[in-house]
């Protein structure tokens, strides 16, 4: 399953893995942008904050959640949303901006949790979460994760050779993003 599934990019790679995809997202748009480019997936318009109604219990192996979870109001429902419906021997992948790099760009406090509303290009109004590492991890805990693996992404060596300013600076400083796999703690029912 992919969460936020956007234009179907990460669904098109699952699908050409051999993988059946169910997602969702909260935009008709990027719904329709899915189906167009991975027909043999599953889409619907779905809001993050809402229950995952039409999937049962433990019934998904893989649940891909990049680049959303900073904009759940109420993250660790989410993602114990996200918990329910894996199978227990199944994994979450959740990326999310880099809390450094976040806190590089809006300075201020890094280990306040605090809600950012800004104006992206084209008019479009966000809101996000930052949030220090620390939180995301605790709030995966409170979830009833384990953290299997985190990556801190960090770009090719042959990047260089296309911007190497750009290459010498994001490989010095994390303003990227980061990735968690993680897996239900057993311990919790």
């Not at 280990?111 to 084209?122: G, I, P, S």
């Not at 400083?173 to 703690?185: C, E, N, S, T």
């Amino acid at each position: 399953m992919t969460d936020t599934v956007g234009p179907g990019l990460c669904a098109e790679e699952l699908v050409a893995r051999g993988a059946s995809v169910t997602g969702f997202d909260l935009s008709p748009r990027m719904i329709e942008l899915a189906r167009e480019r991975v027909p043999e997936g599953e889409f619907r318009v779905h809001d993050l904050a809402e229950r995952l109604d039409w999937l049962p219990d433990a019934s998904v192996d893989l649940v891909l959640f990049a680049l959303a979870l900073e904009y759940a109001d109420d993250r660790v429902a989410v993602l114990r949303e996200l918990r329910r419906v894996l199978r227990p021997d199944g994994a979450l992948v959740v990326s999310r901006m880099h809390p450094t790099g976040d806190w590089l760009r809006h300075g201020g406090n890094y280990f306040d949790v605090r809600l950012v509303e800004e104006t992206w290009h084209q008019g479009w109004r966000v809101r996000y979460w930052l949030a220090p590492l620390e939180q995301t991890c605790e709030e995966l805990r409170a979830a009833g994760f384990l953290i299997e693996r985190l990556v801190e992404p960090r770009p090719l060596p042959e990047a260089e050779r296309v911007d190497p300013v750009r290459h010498e600076r994001v490989t010095k400083q994390p303003k990227g993003f980061l990735a968690l796999r993680v897996v239900p703690d057993p311990r919790v029912s």
